[in-house]
């Protein structure tokens, strides 16, 4: 089966640790991309990649890295330096371009807490 | 002001019963709108597209408003299974932009 995975799907963190989510897809799409959801907001973005070994920060990178490496993957780290990291984070996947067109699908999630 | 606005509910109806949100957005040169289902804890889904002449599928009905700046959507005969978080989405520059979401919880 075609899809996105995402682990963990719950993560407890310690203030001052950094994290690593992972993402993975084998849908042979190009592009993927970081998201982060708090209640009350929309969904914001943190960074895409549209190729392997290239990305780009989203509206809200800071405190966040990632790469590209693989065509695969592209995990998320959390780092000490972003100051209110709890929250829930969704990868998600496109052929390149077809994001505007709705051709954007998302992986089921991790939620993380900072203890 | 954000960029893309909706009412974040709950809409509590009973089922059988016509429901209907609106998201309204600020940037006139916005040119793609969707509408996206979220259920609770889950990723969202992509429900519909949104075109100016109005698109239905089903007992949904999405519709858009370019002159008042906003998409609507419409369930008819709502089922329990309707019950999630309705994601209004805005396209402008290549950048996709996510409403807060409304949501609906339908009771039997």
């Known amino acids: 089966d075609g899809g996105i995975t995402q682990s963990p799907k719950y993560l407890f963190r310690k203030e001052g640790q950094n994290v690593t989510l992972s993402c993975e897809q084998n849908l042979n799409h190009d592009a993927m991309y970081w998201y982060r959801q708090d209640p009350g907001q929309g969904l914001r973005l943190i960074y895409y990649s549209q190729i392997v070994n290239d990305f780009q920060k989203g509206d809200i990178a800071e405190g966040y890295s990632v790469s590209r490496e693989k065509k695969e993957s592209f995990p998320l780290t959390v780092t000490s330096a972003q100051k209110n990291p709890t929250a829930f984070y969704l990868c998600a996947s496109s052929i390149a371009g077809t994001h505007l067109a709705g051709g954007q699908f998302f992986g089921p999630g991790t939620r993380l807490t900072v203890l | 002001r954000k960029e893309v606005e909706q009412d974040p509910g709950p809409f509590n109806v009973p089922e059988g019963a016509t429901v209907a949100f609106n998201c309204t957005y600020s940037?006139?040169?916005?040119?793609?709108f969707f509408w996206y289902r979220q259920d609770c804890r889950k990723e969202p889904k992509l429900l519909m597209s949104v075109y100016s002449s109005g698109n239905e599928d089903g007992r949904f009905t999405a519709q858009l408003n370019r002159a008042s700046q906003y998409i609507s959507l419409l369930i008819r005969d709502s089922k329990l299974s309707d019950s999630a978080t309705y994601l209004c989405v805005v396209i402008r520059n290549n950048d996709m932009r996510f409403g807060a979401g409304t949501r609906l919880t339908v009771k039997p």
């Open positions: 940037n006139s040169a916005s040119q793609s």
